[in-house]
């Protein structure tokens, strides 16, 4: 029996999208990634994903057309970033144009694309306006809307923008995800587990501390160094949570550890919301970006689910 949804993702990075889309009953056809990490990471934990290891500048989607439900990618943040030089359209790794070229090809029943909060920024305002009059042109009508992960139980703030865009018709029927009322958990409770699996006696006092959630993930680019949580002002953030955010461990404290400790790849996974059994490929730095740059699971499920239901 065919799934009643299918999907074609762009810009899968290591399948925190996937992951919600899959969770949120959608089947995917193919996904598209540039970095090489990322794919195999897909490939690592599902081995029938047709996986693209390309540019999605050289991807075709016209074998596609009319069977995909579902066209959906976290296309590249640093255009719009407030880390950047919110260069928009004029910085060429902007793939929002490439992502309108395959709705035109594709003819999806429903877009979903994410990027950062610097995108509802007043800058870009004409920008925005001229991605919803290409889509109207191809006969869909959209809406963006900034929705905080934390709102989904994932223990973290990481604001993300969120397109959607479907025909008059079921855009109708859309509605966007009510938050969760209950708050998400501590990065104290969430990874208590982990900083005491090697022993350390202070893991208990040390999880009364981290008594908030983290300070949103940033994965970086390769054109910087290790890995680590942020720039100075998220560091700080960590460092009320008794975590040094100045790198990452190889492994959880071990007894006899003392001061703040640093989390490892896996910590951050779980508090970006992947799994536990999503194993990540590459070495630690490699990892941490892949994790670093994701779009949380909780919150790509739950805006999938709506559109599914506007599907019907």
């Not at 439900?69 to 910085?91: N, T």
């Amino acid at each position: 029996m065919a799934p009643k949804f299918t999907s074609l993702e762009i810009c899968a990075g290591a399948g925190g999208q996937a992951i919600g889309l899959e969770r949120a009953g959608f089947s995917h056809v193919a996904l598209v990634e540039f970095d090489s990490d990322c794919c195999a990471t897909l490939k690592l934990n599902r081995p029938n994903w047709d996986v693209f290891h390309q540019d999605v500048r050289s991807f075709s989607g016209k074998k596609y057309a009319g069977k995909i439900s579902l066209l959906a990618g976290g296309v590249p943040c640093p255009p719009f970033s407030v880390a950047g030089k919110q260069l928009g359209k004029e910085d060429d790794r902007d793939l929002f144009p490439e992502a309108i070229r395959l709705v035109k090809e594709i003819k999806p029943d429903a877009v979903m694309l994410e990027n950062v909060r610097g995108l509802l920024a007043p800058p870009f305002v004409a920008y925005r306006e001229s991605i919803e009059k290409d889509l109207k042109k191809l006969g869909y009508e959209s809406q963006w809307k900034l929705i905080n992960a934390s709102e989904f139980g994932v223990s973290q703030l990481r604001p993300r923008v969120v397109l959607v865009a479907m025909k008059p018709e079921k855009m109708a029927k859309f509605k966007w995800p009510t938050p969760k009322k209950k708050k998400p958990p501590t990065v104290g409770y969430l990874l208590l587990d982990l900083m005491k699996s090697n022993g350390w006696e202070g893991a208990g006092k040390w999880a009364e501390k981290a008594n908030q959630i983290a300070p949103t993930l940033v994965g970086g680019s390769k054109k910087h160094g290790g890995p680590d949580l942020g720039p100075t002002r998220a560091r700080k953030k960590w460092a009320e949570l008794a975590v040094d955010g100045l790198g990452l461990a190889n492994e959880s404290p071990a007894k006899g550890f003392i001061g703040n400790p640093k989390i490892t790849v896996r910590m951050a996974a779980r508090v970006q919301g992947f799994p536990d059994k999503w194993a990540l490929f590459g070495k630690k730095t490699t990892s941490y970006r892949q994790v670093g740059n994701a779009f949380p699971p909780a919150v790509a499920e739950a805006v999938a689910k709506q559109i599914a239901k506007a599907l019907g």
